[in-house]
């Protein structure tokens, strides 16, 4: 998971489309979707719930037909892979030292949201 290091405030929205028969499994894979948001404090917020995150649709792509692919991006996932980015463009850690969380709910994610946006602003180095 991998968006540009420079936090930019506001969102922006991120969704790739690859082949992943070079891994041993054949077809497009829709993964890493989903959105960052890039406070005024200089920390960020990345939310992925792509096939290739750690969510509920986490390898849902496997066996499945393009056409099925394209349904699939219609659909919801009810959780995401979130990480939280500092000034720095590092990831802070969560309480138990992961960089990711997976399989966050959107009531966590609006708690971790608030705290993100609460932190004191910071010069990146």
């Avoid at 894979?29 to 750690?54: D, E, P, W």
């Avoid at 720095?88 to 138990?96: H, L, M, Y």
Wanted: hydrophobic share 35%.
């Amino acid at each position: 998971m991998s968006f540009e290091k420079e936090n930019k405030v506001g969102f922006s929205v991120r969704s790739n489309v690859y082949d992943t028969s070079l891994g041993g499994v054949s077809g497009p894979c829709l993964g890493y979707r989903g959105f960052k948001i890039g406070f005024a404090n200089g920390f960020g917020i990345s939310v992925q719930f792509g096939t290739v995150n750690y969510c509920a649709a986490q390898g849902d792509h496997i066996g499945r037909s393009e056409a099925e692919q394209g349904e699939w991006l219609e659909t919801n996932c009810p959780d995401a892979e979130i990480a939280i980015i500092s000034p720095d463009g590092n990831f802070v850690p969560f309480k138990d030292g992961s960089d990711v969380r997976g399989n966050t709910t959107p009531d966590s994610l609006a708690e971790i949201i608030a705290w993100v946006a609460q932190q004191p602003p910071k010069n990146p180095n």
